[in-house]
């Protein structure tokens, strides 16, 4: 993320002499030759939450033409970005300009003393948005080369239209590249539609405002998938759509044969959550308390209830809950299946006849930083229930 450049709002200190002078330069190039140079960490900037990049077209050691582009915070503590992009004046040390922000239209003028420092630069002044005027004062900036600054700029959006299989992407979650000025209408399009939408995608980024694009991401039934991204890929606006990373981790997935498990062309649902319920019942030691599918992410969760061990004469109950995805284990027709279940999420309640004793209840699911449950080799007794392959992560083969 690039400093950001509000505060550079307020010292015009250069003095009359100042002003004539040179920008004196990292003698980088030889003399008399044009080339293009950015700055993407201006430090301090409203308060470290600007991003900049400031352009610079320099013929020799002269800076004969800049521009800066602002993206920022449109309110403190937003979500919501606004950018700005000002074409500057040079004038010796200086860099004036003046614009309106892209998205609340506010006026923007810009005073900038740039001075090299060694091999660093430092800037010092204003930059005003509306009635809010940032000062500042930032030392030790380095620039970069063309080749540097757009090497620096090559992102990868994880979206891949047609894999091969759902070893690498997961056949839920789909990713959906569209130009900003679609997209409102392409998320609209979307209310009563059986899916969901990720809702820090909606959150448009600095990358996003200068590309001109957004990614939102979508979680959908598998068996839905391939539908809802070709219907996508033949929306105005979309760029590219296809499958991403999502819920399936590979070390808690099976694969197997799916005749046996279909009704026709659709996943028998019923028989398999009714096998994989009588599975996790023996495997969790607890008796089966409810099997649930969700209709816009064909995700099952399944609950079992066992006695706690914590504290046996309390006779507390611990729920077990399991998420399952079931789905071919590629796009298109397939004759095989693959199953992917959770680490167990395990809440404790008093759940016994006249009043309850009200416990305090330690996060104990899969979480980052802390160690998942055990399943008590629940993925094993999968595999030979529905006489499945596993995941050989070092071969990248089912085995």
Not at 13 to 35: C, R, V, Y
Not at 136 to 145: G, H, M, Q
Request: with cysteine; charged share 25%.
């Amino acid at each position: 993320m690039r400093a950001l450049l509000p505060c550079l709002l307020g010292l015009m200190m250069a003095s009359p002499n100042l002003a004539f002078a040179q920008m004196k330069l990292q003698p980088k190039t030889a003399p008399g030759t044009t080339e293009t140079r950015y700055f993407t960490a201006i430090d301090g900037l409203m308060d470290g939450n600007a991003d900049v990049v400031l352009k610079e077209t320099r013929q020799g050691k002269t800076v004969t033409a800049a521009t800066l582009d602002v993206c920022y915070p449109a309110a403190k503590g937003s979500d919501r970005k606004d950018r700005f992009v000002a074409t500057l004046t040079v004038n010796g040390q200086n860099l004036t300009g003046t614009t309106q922000s892209l998205g609340d239209k506010l006026p923007v003028t810009v005073k900038l003393l740039r001075k090299p420092v060694g091999d660093t630069f430092e800037f010092r002044g204003q930059i005003t948005i509306g009635s809010n005027v940032t000062e500042v004062a930032s030392t030790d900036n380095s620039d970069l080369s063309e080749k540097e600054f757009l090497d620096n700029q090559t992102s990868d959006d994880g979206i891949t239209p047609a894999p091969k299989d759902f070893t690498d992407v997961s056949p839920e979650a789909i990713s959906v590249r569209i130009k900003l000025d679609a997209a409102l209408d392409f998320l609209k399009g979307l209310k009563g539609e059986a899916v969901e939408v990720g809702l820090s995608s909606l959150s448009v980024s600095c990358d996003a405002l200068r590309a001109g694009e957004q990614t939102i991401n979508l979680t959908a039934d598998p068996e839905r998938a391939t539908a809802l991204i070709a219907k996508a890929k033949s929306t105005q606006g979309v760029v590219a759509a296809g499958w991403t990373s999502g819920s399936v981790e590979m070390d808690r997935t099976i694969r197997f044969a799916a005749a046996e498990w279909r009704d026709g062309d659709k996943i028998n649902r019923d028989k398999i959550a009714s096998a994989v319920s009588g599975v996790l019942a023996k495997t969790l030691a607890a008796k089966p308390a409810g099997a649930d599918w969700n209709a816009n992410t064909g995700k099952l969760t399944l609950s079992f209830k066992r006695p706690s061990p914590i504290y046996p004469a309390l006779a507390l109950t611990e729920t077990v809950e399991i998420t399952a995805l079931v789905s071919p284990d590629k796009p298109g027709a397939s004759d095989r299946l693959m199953l992917w279940i959770s680490s167990p999420v395990i809440t404790t309640a008093d759940e016994g006849t006249g009043p309850k004793l009200h416990l305090s209840e330690d996060s104990t699911g899969d979480e980052e930083g802390g160690e998942p449950n055990d399943d008590n080799g629940s993925i094993e007794a999968l595999a030979k229930e529905f006489k499945g392959q596993r995941w050989d992560a070092d071969k990248s083969v089912w085995k």
